[in-house]
């Protein structure tokens, strides 16, 4: 199948952190670039191919439509919790605007995403700690609801350096923990949980939440390296706007570079991140009398994670 590709209120600290980020994301790396939608069915980049010239166009322009749609007949052959097949999907509308092919200024560019699933996936009757179908775990686990996961604006004041603000989606395809072969929401490379992305940076990083940040270009492109920083609403949801709670206790602080290498003389990537909540978690070290009794389940205050990541192709033409 083709896809048609693509603050609490009177707390002061999340407010400087955002005001002082503006002041110091990119667009998804090749998302700027002009794409060609014709072509007759079997070899257009599309299913719905450039609408009668129209779709050209408005890339030409600066505005960018995807229409992404994902369907999964899954179940569980043996074992786990019950073997019954589900029929599910998700389905995502991307609005890209580039400012400067619009004809208004350089550098601009304005991210929007709708996203919503449908059915029920078997992620809960498989018996497994991690989601065998990713595309049922967002926008929302266990919910077909349809929302508004990113509209954000992103601003370059350089070849090398940009700043971001506004709702995120934290993965993209280009975007968050990237890996050339497993990466994603689950509908172009792996379905599970645990190959589209490291399960520990989903403990302090939520998959669409409001927040700020920048953006390092060392090169100028950001298929050779790309630094990013952002500061993030640690308990935002994709159904919520976030700015309700938006909170100073309540902020994940998220660090990541990846590079291009060349081993063997044949292309690969290497990446590092770091992440930091500030938010209270259940502590571990603790009893299970704790939670056999019913008693006050501790908290600890702050958590932190380091993932990484590698990508290498070891053959070539």
């Given at each position: 199948?083709?896809?048609?590709?693509?603050?609490?209120?009177?707390?002061?600290?999340?407010?400087?952190?955002?005001?002082?980020?503006?002041?110091?994301?990119?667009?998804?790396?090749?998302?700027?670039?002009?794409?060609?939608?014709?072509?007759?069915?079997?070899?257009?980049?599309?299913?719905?191919g450039?609408?009668?010239?129209?779709?050209?166009?408005?890339?030409?322009?600066g505005?960018?439509?995807?229409?992404?749609?994902?369907?999964?007949?899954?179940?569980?052959?043996?074992?786990?919790?019950?073997?019954?097949?589900?029929?599910?999907?998700?389905?995502?509308?991307?609005?890209?605007?580039?400012?400067?092919?619009?004809?208004?200024?350089?550098?601009?560019?304005?991210?929007?995403?709708?996203e919503?699933?449908?059915?029920?996936?078997?992620?809960?009757?498989?018996?497994?700690?991690m989601?065998?179908?990713?595309?049922?775990?967002?926008?929302?686990?266990?919910?077909?609801?349809?929302?508004?996961?990113?509209?954000?604006?992103?601003?370059?004041?350089?070849?090398?350096?940009?700043?971001?603000?506004?709702?995120?989606?934290?993965?993209?395809?280009?975007?968050?923990?990237?890996?050339?072969?497993?990466?994603?929401?689950?509908?172009?490379?792996?379905?599970?949980?645990?190959?589209?992305?490291?399960?520990?940076?989903?403990?302090?990083?939520?998959?669409?939440?409001?927040?700020?940040?920048?953006?390092?270009?060392?090169?100028?492109?950001?298929?050779?390296?790309?630094?990013?920083?952002?500061?993030?609403?640690?308990?935002?949801?994709?159904?919520?706007?976030?700015?309700?709670?938006?909170?100073?206790?309540?902020?994940?602080?998220?660090?990541?570079?990846?590079?291009?290498?060349?081993?063997?003389?044949?292309?690969?990537?290497?990446?590092?991140g770091?992440?930091?909540?500030n938010?209270?978690?259940?502590?571990?070290?603790?009893?299970?009398?704790?939670?056999?009794?019913?008693?006050?389940?501790?908290?600890?205050?702050?958590?932190?994670?380091?993932?990484?990541?590698?990508?290498?192709?070891?053959?070539?033409?």
């Open positions: 199948m083709k896809r048609d590709g693509l603050i609490e209120q009177g707390r002061i600290l999340p407010i400087l952190v955002v005001v002082l980020s503006l002041l110091l994301f990119p667009a998804p790396a090749g998302a700027t670039g002009e794409q060609n939608y014709s072509g007759d069915l079997l070899a257009r980049s599309t299913l719905t450039d609408w009668g010239g129209a779709r050209n166009y408005l890339a030409g322009k505005v960018t439509v995807g229409l992404d749609l994902t369907q999964v007949g899954q179940g569980v052959v043996s074992g786990g919790k019950s073997s019954h097949w589900q029929y599910d999907g998700r389905g995502d509308l991307n609005l890209l605007i580039d400012t400067g092919k619009l004809g208004l200024w350089p550098g601009g560019f304005l991210t929007t995403e709708l919503g699933n449908f059915g029920n996936g078997v992620n809960e009757k498989t018996g497994a700690l989601a065998v179908n990713n595309s049922q775990i967002i926008p929302v686990t266990g919910k077909d609801d349809i929302c508004l996961v990113s509209l954000n604006f992103t601003q370059f004041v350089s070849h090398y350096f940009g700043i971001f603000f506004g709702k995120l989606a934290t993965i993209t395809a280009s975007s968050g923990d990237m890996n050339e072969f497993a990466h994603g929401k689950g509908d172009t490379q792996f379905m599970n949980m645990a190959f589209n992305f490291n399960p520990v940076v989903a403990m302090t990083v939520p998959y669409s939440t409001v927040g700020a940040g920048f953006v390092v270009l060392p090169t100028k492109d950001p298929n050779e390296a790309i630094v990013t920083f952002s500061v993030l609403n640690s308990v935002g949801t994709a159904n919520s706007n976030g700015l309700d709670t938006l909170n100073g206790n309540k902020l994940t602080f998220s660090g990541e570079g990846r590079m291009r290498t060349g081993f063997f003389g044949l292309t690969g990537h290497q990446l590092l770091l992440t930091y909540s938010r209270e978690f259940t502590s571990l070290d603790q009893s299970l009398r704790i939670f056999l009794e019913n008693r006050d389940i501790q908290k600890e205050k702050g958590t932190w994670a380091v993932h990484y990541n590698f990508d290498q192709y070891y053959h070539g033409n």
